[in-house]
């Protein structure tokens, strides 16, 4: 099932460390990531639910499982994207974030959008 042309999905993440948002004493240190998610097969899918692997720097691994992407279920047509921005807090300066979108294409067929792990990180600031 996993092969199939028609569906096929590429998710790319830029992200953005939050330090107005953060509070590094308290070990609490706040991300914006900006996914792109963009429909290279030859169906239409529709985003579903989404389940997030966050891991920090100690191993703690956050599980978050939910409906659409920001309130969203949005419909991604052959050669168009959709474009969100959200956010996550961990308890180390430094974590991993990875997972998987849930579709259903429009011919009915569910399937998964695997999202590459991609490193949350706060900048060190060279003097």
């Given at each position: 099932m996993g092969n199939d042309?028609?569906?096929?999905?590429?998710v790319?993440?830029?992200t953005r460390y939050l330090v107005e948002q953060s509070d590094e004493s308290a070990n609490h240190f706040v991300f914006a990531y900006t996914i792109t998610?963009?429909?290279t097969g030859s169906a239409a899918a529709q985003l579903i639910s989404r389940?997030?692997?966050?891991?920090?720097?100690?191993?703690?691994?956050?599980?978050?499982?939910?409906?659409?992407?920001v309130g969203a279920q949005p419909v991604v047509r052959?050669?168009?994207?959709?474009?969100?921005?959200?956010?996550?807090?961990?308890?180390?300066?430094?974590?991993?974030?990875?997972?998987t979108y849930q579709m259903v294409a429009e011919d009915g067929t569910h399937f998964d959008a695997e999202i590459p792990?991609?490193?949350l990180s706060v900048p060190r600031v060279l003097h």
């Open positions: 042309q028609r569906h096929q999905i590429a790319s993440v830029k998610i963009r429909n389940h997030w692997l966050i891991t920090d720097a100690n191993g703690q691994v956050q599980e978050v499982r939910g409906k659409g992407v052959p050669g168009e994207s959709h474009e969100y921005t959200s956010g996550t807090a961990i308890a180390t300066p430094v974590g991993t974030m990875r997972g792990e991609f490193t």
